[in-house]
């Protein structure tokens, strides 16, 4: 009766689930399919590679790196663990190691609570397994929510590039079991029908063609046209690099140019909150789901935050896949954490959130500039022509457990020879 969150034990029921049907009911020991939402999802990936009965796989809202999950580049996800661990009943009953990891991160020890948690990661994510997953040979579909507030559709990527098996990524709109909540309620939704004719095809052999389909299915936020394309770095395969200009104080917004512009430093108050804020938690929610717009890009406080704005584009333009930062920050304290979040501006100057990522320096040494890299969250676009991209880095967001330190300062820059830089692939 004890929560091991997807620990050995777990891992291990759904074995015992399949032996009890091929031993009580006439199931086909040839046609062993798992199924799940959620904790389920990541659960059926888990047993796929224990268990080689398994010959296919659907996870949607699934995590393969729960690391990755609840702590994205070192940061604290405080609401998504809040509300996974934070009932009392549930608090009671998870078992000592999952216990003692919720009871530190609750109670705000976040250093220790992440200490406490790297060596329950790697068997509780499909990620590490990998091999294992490949050797065995199931199809596997995985279908995630853009604004997925568990479990963010990056920590899939890679994990989806490395299978070797048969395999289908979908990315829709919502949050947290948006795209897969309406079959839950037995009404008619997309990820269910192609779920269905997975199985159907690859345990049953039936000729439907959705193998013969785009590997890789990405549904457009602002159009909700289902981009196809045969794997990932066809999806993302041309970008367009941005080099950072000077964003300095009270002045106005730093470019995104063309050319390189090297040499400047742009220094914000650490710990003060802007304006710049990622969406508010709303699970189940999918097509209906919508990114709040209206944040004033000129009104944002440039001592709580550096920002970037480039020109409008004459011709819209389909932004597909994860852009990426690179810029070199020099922190006055031993840990900071940054916030990095893309617009898209209209011509009033009005902007709605497009994708965003937290990123923590843990035990940098004060005063040394470092080169970070913050690869933001997945996103297939349409960039309306007369609209902008800006590009905003703070310190404060609701959603992390920030690992500031009270009257730090951190200072972005753009050396001669590893200029700053945002990279934002289009399809």
Not at 178 to 196: H, N
């Amino acid at each position: 009766g004890e929560i091991d969150f997807a620990g050995d034990d777990t891992q291990t029921d759904v074995s015992r689930v399949i032996s009890w049907a091929l031993a009580h009911t006439p199931a086909d020991p040839k046609a062993v399919g798992a199924v799940g939402v959620s904790y389920g999802a990541g659960i059926s990936l888990l047993a796929a590679e224990k268990d080689p009965r398994i010959k296919a796989v659907v996870a949607m809202s699934a995590w393969s790196d729960l690391g990755q999950s609840l702590y994205p580049d070192s940061t604290p996800s405080q609401q998504a663990v809040f509300s996974l661990f934070a009932s009392g009943t549930t608090r009671r009953r998870l078992d000592g190691d999952i216990g003692r990891f919720a009871t530190e991160f609750l109670d705000k020890q976040t250093i220790a609570a992440a200490l406490s948690m790297a060596p329950l990661v790697p068997s509780r994510s499909a990620a590490t397994g990998v091999a294992a997953l490949n050797t065995n040979h199931p199809a596997v579909m995985i279908a995630n929510d853009y604004q997925d507030s568990y479990f963010p559709p990056s920590q899939l990527v890679s994990f989806f590039d490395e299978l070797t098996v048969p395999k289908r990524l979908r990315l829709s709109i919502g949050d947290h079991g948006g795209a897969e909540a309406p079959g839950l309620a037995g009404r008619s939704a997309q990820v269910w029908t192609d779920a269905a004719a997975w199985l159907d095809h690859y345990l049953r052999g039936a000729a439907n063609g959705i193998q013969a389909q785009g590997a890789v299915q990405l549904e457009d936020v602002k159009t909700g046209r289902m981009h196809s394309y045969p794997d990932w770095g066809s999806a993302t395969g041309r970008a367009s690099t941005y080099y950072l200009g000077a964003a300095n104080g009270d002045a106005a917004a730093g470019g995104l140019a063309s050319t390189a512009a090297t040499g400047w430093s742009t220094r914000i108050e650490v710990g003060e909150k802007s304006t710049a804020e990622s969406p508010p938690i709303q699970l189940g929610r999918g097509s209906q789901y919508r990114l709040a717009g209206g944040v004033r890009i000129a009104g944002i406080s440039r001592t709580a935050a550096a920002v970037w704005e480039g020109q409008s584009d004459s011709a819209q333009r389909l932004v597909v896949g994860s852009p990426t930062v690179h810029l070199t920050v020099t922190p006055s304290a031993a840990s900071t954490t940054l916030i990095a979040y893309l617009y898209d501006v209209d011509a009033s100057g009005s902007g709605t959130l497009m994708t965003y990522k937290p990123y923590s320096l843990v035990r940098a040494t004060a005063g040394t500039p470092k080169g970070v890299d913050i690869a933001l969250e997945p996103i297939a676009w349409t960039l309306p022509a007369g609209h902008r991209l800006s590009l905003v880095i703070d310190t404060v967001d609701w959603r992390y457990e920030s690992l500031n330190v009270p009257g730090s300062t951190a200072a972005f820059t753009s050396p001669r020879g590893d200029p700053a830089t945002l990279s934002v692939p289009i399809g």
